[in-house]
T-cell receptor
């Protein structure tokens, strides 16, 4: 059971570089989301999607772009990396609609360092 | 707006002790859902329990139990006879009906169980 798969697991970037964090789920979930985890701050929502072709901003969207062309994939793009974006990034998905009370299933995370 | 507070940043206990992790939440919604997640040292996020605002019945699952009290806006988590494998960061999270699908996390409590 693959569940939610994130790649890469680790990445080091230089300031100003761009990259895409990949997220794929094989559970046919409509709802997907991206969080960042910083020490002492819990997880904060970056962007989310309630279905293919639909995305919306979360709590901390600045500096990140997303798209959702398929149900399975929800990539997160950093257009010009900044040291403040050094964090652990988690992708998650859940069954049902955006408002369902189903728990979100998380990927294993991507640890990103910006030098 | 919704908020989750986990006032205990770190807790250290000796194996076989009971330990309670506190979670206090704020929301203006009458319908909301509360969750607990576990993040072991390996880094993944593991769903533990979901509770909706209309169900104040306490729940027990093996050595884990949860006490939900709307009167004090608390959803506390108790581990009985703690074990070294319980060492992890534990997150409490909230999703209100008017928050869209946004899940708000507390800052987490680092639990260390010493042999």
């Amino acid at each position: 059971n693959a569940g939610v798969t994130q790649t890469p697991k680790f990445q080091v970037l230089k300031t100003g570089q761009s990259m895409t964090l990949q997220c794929a789920q094989d559970m046919n979930h409509e709802y997907m989301s991206w969080y960042r985890q910083d020490p002492g701050m819990g997880l904060r929502l970056i962007h989310y999607s309630v279905g293919a072709g639909i995305t919306d901003q979360g709590e901390v969207p600045n500096g990140y772009n997303v798209s959702r062309s398929t149900t399975e994939d929800f990539p997160l793009r950093l257009l010009s990396a900044a040291p403040s974006q050094t964090s652990v990034y988690f992708c998650a998905s859940k069954s049902g609609t955006a408002y369902s009370n189903q728990p979100q299933h998380f990927g294993d995370g991507t640890r990103l360092s910006i030098l | 707006a919704q908020k989750v507070t986990q006032a205990q940043t770190e807790i250290s206990v000796v194996e076989k002790e009971d330990v309670t992790l506190d979670c206090v939440y704020e929301t203006r919604d009458t319908t909301y859902y509360l969750f607990w997640y576990k993040q072991p040292p390996s880094g993944e996020l593991v769903f533990l329990i979901r509770r909706n605002s209309f169900d104040e019945q306490n729940e027990i699952s093996g050595r884990y139990s949860w006490n939900f009290q709307k009167s004090t806006s608390s959803f506390n988590f108790t581990i009985t006879a703690s074990q070294v494998v319980d060492s992890a960061v534990y997150f409490c999270a909230l999703m209100g009906e008017t928050s869209g699908s946004r899940l708000t996390f507390g800052e987490g409590t680092q639990l260390t169980v010493n042999p």
